[in-house]
């Protein structure tokens, strides 16, 4: 099984170390301890390891199992993986190929330092990624681009300080998101625009100080937004307008507003608003909308002024 897996990969790999032709193949041994696990709302026939010191992000490895399988239990019955007191820098990509049908993965002071291509490669069934006590201060790229199955990702205590804008494309279907406690300086509506099926966001403990008035525009079915323990000073007073599905707005502990809101029939968030005066009052007015319109011209376009002087003139191509 090993030697299909580790080609494949080499196969993947070989475009971006060609000059490494010869590359030593590392053997990995994980000793799994099977059993039922669960990570969060995910209960699953588990292999956890602990342990481990290896760099998963150098690409030339291959893994053995080693373990004792429940009886009449194979791989192919692993749902969960979960790896722990370990130094691995990486998610090992080549894990979902061991075990085919890992639905969460959960890292826990595993020692990684970044979530990157090709982590998800072969992770066709992934629906959960935890991640927590791990170093991880710069989460860049779109490492989720083809990996829409998605539903939750927790990245509770990483210290992450950087989420880039891209981060997150590709999880058209994720309904959870954790990234609580760490240090996080910017949240923007362009993070935040491809995650159009999220209910649950979870942002306590950050360091955020503004929130752009356009920040969960794109987040409509959103029920819970919590982001205590930060330091917002100013939020754009759109910021949760049309969320009908709102139901708790927590916002204790920042510097323009020290409240967790429950929406009802009662508290409207037009009452939210009321509270909210200060954190509106200090945000400054969004910059307006770009577009980009594209014209193809087949023949000749002219603008004129109201003197009907020629302003411009396209020649386009028959
Ligand atoms: C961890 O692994 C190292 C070497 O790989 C070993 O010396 C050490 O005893 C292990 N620690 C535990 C807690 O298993
Ligand atoms: C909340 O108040 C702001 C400014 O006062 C306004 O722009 C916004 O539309 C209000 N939202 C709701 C839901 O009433
Ligand atoms: C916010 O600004 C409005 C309009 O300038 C003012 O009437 C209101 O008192 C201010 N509210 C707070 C809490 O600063
Ligand atoms: C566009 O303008 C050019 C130059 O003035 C002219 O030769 C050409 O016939 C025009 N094409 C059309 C479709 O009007």
Not at 269 to 275: D, L, Y
Request: net charge negative.
């Amino acid at each position: 099984m090993w030697t299909k897996t580790c080609l494949t990969l080499t196969l993947l790999f070989v475009g971006l170390f060609n000059n490494v032709s010869s590359q030593e193949l590392f053997e990995v041994r994980l000793f799994c301890d099977f059993g039922m696990y669960a990570i969060n709302d995910f209960l699953n026939y588990a292999c956890t390891v602990r342990n481990v010191t290896f760099d998963f992000s150098n690409p030339f490895y291959y893994i053995i199992i080693e373990g004792q399988h429940e009886p009449g239990r194979t791989n192919e019955d692993v749902g969960n993986f979960i790896i722990q007191s370990s130094n691995v820098n990486a998610i090992p990509a080549n894990i979902f190929q061991v075990f085919p049908n890992i639905v969460a993965i959960y890292g826990f002071d595993a020692g990684i330092t970044g979530i990157n291509p090709p982590d998800f490669t072969f992770a066709n069934q992934l629906r959960g990624i935890f991640a927590s006590a791990n170093i991880m201060p710069r989460l860049t790229g779109s490492p989720f681009f083809v990996r829409s199955t998605i539903t939750d990702i927790s990245f509770y205590s990483n210290q992450i300080e950087f989420i880039a804008n891209t981060f997150f494309i590709g999880l058209l279907n994720l309904r959870y998101l954790s990234i609580e406690g760490n240090n996080i300086a910017a949240l923007t509506p362009e993070m935040m625009a491809p995650l159009v099926s999220l209910r649950n966001f979870y942002a306590s403990a950050n360091r955020f100080e503004t929130l752009s008035g356009r920040v969960f525009a794109n987040n409509r079915n959103i029920e819970f937004i919590g982001l205590n323990e930060n330091i917002i000073n100013a939020i754009g007073p759109n910021a949760f307008d049309n969320l009908p599905n709102l139901e708790i707005l927590a916002l204790s502990q920042n510097s323009c507003v020290d409240e967790v809101f429950t929406i009802n029939e009662d508290i409207t968030i037009e009452t939210v608003n009321q509270s909210l005066q200060q954190c509106f009052n200090n945000s400054v007015p969004e910059p307006p909308r770009t577009r980009t319109l594209l014209f193809e011209v087949r023949g000749n376009m002219t603008f004129f002024d109201e003197y009907n002087d020629e302003l411009l003139r396209i020649e386009g191509r028959w």
